[in-house]
């Protein structure tokens, strides 16, 4: 019926005076439990054939039978015991006789069950695992995170994300396991099976149409890479021409990836990255476009300016919306000192472009996380006009990442999946063991590019960085790839698992050593791009851009 149970019954081995006779399909001798095979005997069979016991929790002396749907939690002894012993607690607040393991056994048989549910240790008992809703994990892993910070936000942000993330990743999961991890590979249909001449130690390997899987890979040596100084104010003059055209376009472009931008400079170079600015405009033009883009702000923000008191009490979405920016407002950026204070104007401007924004993008709204990439903007701009209209040129290309559907962050998890799986394989398959291979430990980082993870300064080298899309509109994938193998060693030695991994994403806040990361992006990107006949969809995350197209 498609339902699970946990089926306790003695083992005859280890309980010679019990009259069961059946036979374990797989026990380890250190071990006293085993799995019992429900192909070779049916439940019933193994409970006194009684009829009513799929519905309904069994217990006899030695015998244990419950539908995994009824679990509430599991408690477990304390390390300081000399052995473990697991408690399970059904959703109708019954708790189930302790089973003892005195010769080992219960680790490893809350890794098998979470292949099936998903384990939470709880905050307030260190010994006690909650047992999180399949529908609810992506809500689970995302609070963890901590990118969102109210409830009902955060449910807007999520309908049927969870749904939507696992048909991303089904079609690799599924046929990886299904391959190595149920049959044997003189199984597999050698008709359907298309090798792939690669770079030596790269097999990759076609099972059906558009769908790759790559087993191994060996980069090459790593290339010599540096990151120099930020563009000063007088380097960055120099690449106009005396119409104010910015000329030396492969120069700017070049020097933001490799050094970022002075502070000085920022003003009017964010204006290139974020689209304000074509790179043909000259000094007439430019301030022609300031001018238009100013009126054309306010013509925006006086439509909910004019919105009565009587209006508003009628137009729930729009008092959502607002008193959302409200609470957001207040807790954005407020220890950095452009935005300390009670009644800090530039608090008032950050509300304005993000409430107006609403306007301007009726369907998309405001979605938390959104002030985080509007507040640097501002910082920078000052003025809310401009800082307005480089909001929407960012999010132009960052947008999509906020979709209900989250159809732009699942091609991301998906791309950045495929790219740890054709350079590290042994910590994708270790990803894949212990429930993580759906990556969303990286979801804040992709969503709100980082701005949780480096201080304000490095946020904005960051950003310029990426903006330039000076080796390929992808490069954000290369940066968390290089986070990930960085912290590989770090994860697979302590063996941690889904929660145990979000946990420790989130201790690398403000740790990060930035520098050092993206030179190691730019030779993990440069390493890639040298192999021969990559892979279609790899491929594509090491082509060279035209030149502000749109993020993924």
Not at 361 to 383: A, H, R
């Amino acid at each position: 019926d498609g339902k699970c149970y946990i089926t306790w019954k003695p083992n005859p081995d280890l309980h010679p005076n019990s009259a069961d006779t059946s036979v374990p399909v797989c026990q380890d001798d250190d071990h006293d439990w085993a799995f019992i095979n429900p192909l070779e005997e049916t439940v019933a069979a193994a409970f006194d054939n009684n009829e009513n016991n799929d519905e309904k929790p069994i217990q006899h002396k030695y015998k244990i039978h419950i539908p995994l749907s009824s679990l509430h939690s599991i408690k477990t002894s304390d390390s300081k015991m000399g052995w473990k012993y697991l408690i399970f607690v059904l959703q109708d607040g019954a708790v189930l006789p302790a089973l003892h393991f005195h010769n080992g056994g219960g680790k490893e048989i809350l890794q098998f069950l979470e292949r099936y549910i998903w384990l939470s240790r709880s905050p307030s008992d260190p010994n006690c695992l909650l047992i999180i809703d399949h529908h609810n994990a992506l809500h689970h892993s995302l609070a963890q995170l901590q990118i969102f910070n109210e409830a009902p936000s955060m449910s807007r942000f999520l309908k049927d994300a969870y749904i939507d993330t696992l048909v991303g990743f089904s079609r690799v999961t599924k046929f990886v396991w299904d391959t190595f991890g149920s049959a044997n590979s003189e199984e597999i249909n050698e008709e359907k099976k298309i090798e792939i001449d690669c770079a030596p130690g790269i097999a990759v390997s076609s099972y059906e149409p558009g769908f790759e899987v790559i087993t191994c890979n060996k980069l090459g040596d790593e290339p010599v890479v540096c990151r120099i100084e930020p563009l000063t104010e007088i380097e960055f003059t120099a690449f106009f021409d005396s119409q104010g055209i910015l000329c030396e376009t492969e120069k700017f472009l070049e020097h933001a990836f490799r050094g970022g931008l002075h502070h000085g400079v920022r003003r009017e170079a964010w204006k290139y990255l974020l689209n304000y600015y074509s790179f043909d405009f000259n000094h007439e033009m430019k301030n022609n476009q300031g001018r238009q883009r100013t009126d054309e702000y306010y013509s925006i923000k006086q439509q909910w300016q004019l919105i009565t008191p009587a209006q508003e009490k009628n137009f729930k979405e729009f008092r959502l919306r607002k008193s959302t920016v409200e609470k957001d407002v207040l807790r954005t950026d407020r220890t950095n000192e452009f935005y300390k204070g009670d009644n800090n104007p530039n608090l008032e401007k950050l509300f304005n472009i993000l409430l107006t924004y609403c306007f301007y993008n009726f369907d998309l709204g405001y979605v938390q996380g959104m002030s985080d990439l509007v507040s640097p903007i501002l910082f920078v701009m000052e003025n809310e006009a401009d800082a307005f209209w480089c909001f929407v040129g960012l999010m132009e290309r960052t947008g999509p990442n906020f979709d209900i559907d989250q159809k732009s962050i699942q091609k991301q998890l998906t791309l950045l999946y495929t790219l740890i799986r054709y350079t590290d394989p042994e910590f994708c398959d270790y990803l894949d063991t212990h429930d993580s291979n759906n990556l969303y430990f990286c979801f804040r980082w992709l969503l709100v590019l980082f701005k949780r993870e480096f201080n304000f300064e490095e946020t904005m080298l960051l950003w310029e960085v990426l903006w330039s899309q000076k080796l390929s509109k992808h490069f954000l994938l290369f940066v968390c790839l290089a986070i990930i193998k960085e912290q590989k060693q770090v994860i697979m030695s302590n063996n941690y698992g889904f929660n145990e991994i979000i946990k420790h994403v989130n201790e690398l806040s403000l740790r990060l050593d930035l520098h050092n990361l993206l030179k190691k992006a730019e030779i993990l990107f440069i390493q890639v791009k040298r192999c021969k006949n990559i892979p279609s969809n790899i491929r594509e995350l090491t082509e060279a851009p035209n030149w502000l197209t749109p993020f993924p």
